[in-house]
Structures are given as structure tokens and as C-alpha cells.
């Protein structure tokens, strides 16, 4: 059974840091590619950065420079570390892991107050 543990979520004030964690089990997490993605209310859910098994990395627009997403193989883990947060950063996130299969976290909630 694939299970993704999200963690670190909260209230954060503008210009504040906040680092997710999602740890993962049940797949070879080396070989997949992990990332995350938010969905804020009333809007669709949109990629915020992805990381594939060689450790090249994307990101949306809106969170170049800001954020970062890292993996440790030897944890089953992906991080997001997050910086210079901003008010329209509040959505819940939610990590996902790509191998033949797609599994999803059940997200963590994300606010960040002006």
C-alpha cells in the first residue's frame, strides 16, 4: 500500500519560511519522481515544482526564487522548503509521486497572513 505523510503546514506570517515534508512508503521512492502541487479555494489545482529521479528540478513561475524542492532518498523524502512567503501562497499543498502510477498525499494546509 503507497502511503505519502505531508507535514509541516501552518499559519505563517508574509515574508516567513515554512518547509513541508512528505515521506513516503509502499514504492521504490529512488526511482520515482516526486513534487507538489496547491490548490487554493475557488481555483484549480496548479504545479508548484517537481523533482525527477536524476534530481532536476522545475518550478511555477510564481514560486521561482522563493521556494525550493529538495529529496532525500536514503528518508524516502521530499521537502519543499518555502521563503519569502506571500498571501496568495495560501492553498492547501499536496505531494504526488510519478512512476507507472501517480499517488497523491492528503495535503496540508498553508496560510499565510498579511
Known amino acids: 500500500q503507497v502511503q505519502l505523510v505531508e507535514s509541516g503546514g501552518g499559519l505563517v506570517q508574509a515574508g516567513g519560511s515554512l518547509r513541508l515534508s512528505c515521506t513516503v512508503s509502499?514504492?521504490?521512492?529512488?526511482?520515482?519522481?516526486m513534487g507538489w502541487y496547491r490548490q487554493a479555494p475557488g481555483k484549480q489545482r496548479e504545479l508548484v515544482a517537481r523533482?525527477?529521479?536524476?534530481?532536476?528540478?522545475n518550478y511555477a513561475d510564481s514560486v521561482k526564487g522563493r521556494f525550493t524542492i529538495s529529496r532525500d532518498n536514503a528518508k524516502n523524502t521530499v521537502y519543499l522548503q518555502m521563503s519569502s512567503l506571500k498571501p496568495e501562497d495560501t492553498a492547501v499543498y499536496y505531494c504526488y509521486t510519478r512512476g507507472a502510477l501517480t499517488y497523491w498525499g492528503q495535503g496540508t494546509q498553508v496560510t499565510v497572513s498579511s
Open positions: 523533482i525527477t529521479t536524476g534530481g532536476s528540478t
Open positions: 509502499g514504492i521504490i521512492f529512488s526511482i520515482s519522481d
